[in-house]
């Protein structure tokens, strides 16, 4: 239950899993750098099949993707993910049009589908890699990002509820899943989703 070091992660590999980079639902690609007239947020929430399904079904989400990162070894397989060894979380990143949503609003839709006060677990999901996050590239939308979690948190104290434990952190590598966990839901539709929020709107 808690974040190896980087000298106590397991050492991984140089090379990056082998991986179909075309989203199931559109087609679209989602491998590589975020196209210049997109924006980027990755985040976690618990496990990312249910969470992804919540973003790729957004207005304004050009595509997603399913990962691990904010940890230290390079190219895990999502068994080492799962070990706890590695300090990764399992996350989503999102690839959105500004011209069509806001980073605000896709926070928004963070904040309401999870419960972020949980540490690291999720419901029945326990570990590291269940834990609450937002990762971001720039100084002024992790700035935003700060000022939401700050937000929901009144929302959440006026209704007696814990306070956030959910980390906000500047992007840092991002290793794309293995292909069965890309979009999963929507090829299981009847697969395990996890996600549970508090009950309580962001506004």
Aim: aromatic fraction near 10%.
């Amino acid at each position: 239950m808690s974040i190896p070091t980087a000298d106590q992660a397991l050492p991984g590999r140089d090379q990056p899993l082998t991986v179909d980079p075309h989203h199931f639902v559109s087609g679209e690609r989602f491998d590589g750098d975020c196209p210049a007239y997109l924006k980027q947020l990755i985040i976690g929430m618990g496990c990312f099949w249910g969470a992804e399904r919540r973003f790729f079904q957004q207005p304004g989400v050009a595509v997603t993707s399913v990962g691990y990162g904010a940890g230290h070894t390079p190219n895990p397989t999502y068994d080492e993910v799962c070990s706890g060894h590695t300090g990764h979380n399992e996350l989503v990143r999102i690839w959105y049009d500004p011209q069509q949503t806001t980073l605000e609003a896709l926070l928004k839709v963070f904040w309401e589908s999870h419960d972020p006060t949980q540490g690291m677990r999720q419901g029945n999901d326990i570990g590291t890699q269940y834990r609450s996050g937002i990762y971001l590239l720039h100084d002024d939308e992790l700035a935003l990002a700060q000022q939401s979690k700050q937000h929901y948190q009144q929302r959440l104290s006026e209704q007696g509820l814990a306070e956030i434990t959910t980390e906000i952190k500047k992007a840092g590598p991002y290793y794309l899943a293995e292909t069965y966990h890309q979009q999963y839901l929507a090829k299981n539709p009847n697969g395990y989703c996890g996600l549970a929020g508090c009950n309580v709107r962001f506004d």
